[in-house]
């Protein structure tokens, strides 16, 4: 199993399921032409050219006054710079296995390594539904408002956490 790459034209995404059609879908018909129009990222890991997993990041921002104190203390009241991490999924053959975990960490990883050539406040993820807010809980991101389904993580935290 190789470490998680840009996805490219050659790889297989024709059977890829990981039982969320809109996952699914985004990644077979929408990754590779938001890719070539530099509108995302999306990195996948393959067995052999077949993708079983991937996960799609994307610079935003958010304005200072939608944002939880935690994220925008100490700021200017001006947009915050974030990384929205878009994607993440696991097909159901490989689930189990630890790929969710592998692709979590690769993509903070590319966080902080962004953070150090431009300014980046945190990394936010609207979870699909309870289990996915489990999973990033469980990684240290918290409800942004509390309840709510979108969470984040800052910076500062994952540089200390390094």
Request: glycine share 10%.
């Amino acid at each position: 199993m190789k470490e998680p790459c840009p996805l490219e034209e050659g790889h297989d995404t024709s059977s890829f399921d990981c039982g969320v059609e809109a996952l699914d879908t985004y990644l077979k018909r929408y990754a590779r032409q938001t890719q070539k129009r530099d509108g995302a990222r999306t990195y996948v890991v393959l067995d052999a050219n077949r993708v079983v997993a991937y996960y799609t990041i994307v610079f935003g921002g958010i304005d200072w006054k939608d944002a939880p104190e935690h994220v925008r203390k100490g700021l200017g009241k001006y947009p915050i710079p974030i990384i929205l991490l878009g994607r993440l999924a696991v097909d159901k053959g490989w689930s189990g296995k630890g790929l969710g975990n592998s692709l979590i960490l690769d993509a903070l990883q590319r966080a902080l390594a962004a953070s150090e050539i431009a300014g980046l406040r945190a990394v936010v993820v609207d979870a699909k539904d309870d289990a996915a807010k489990r999973f990033y809980e469980k990684r240290g991101f918290r409800s942004w408002p509390v309840g709510s389904n979108r969470l984040f993580i800052t910076i500062p935290e994952l540089k200390r956490d390094a």
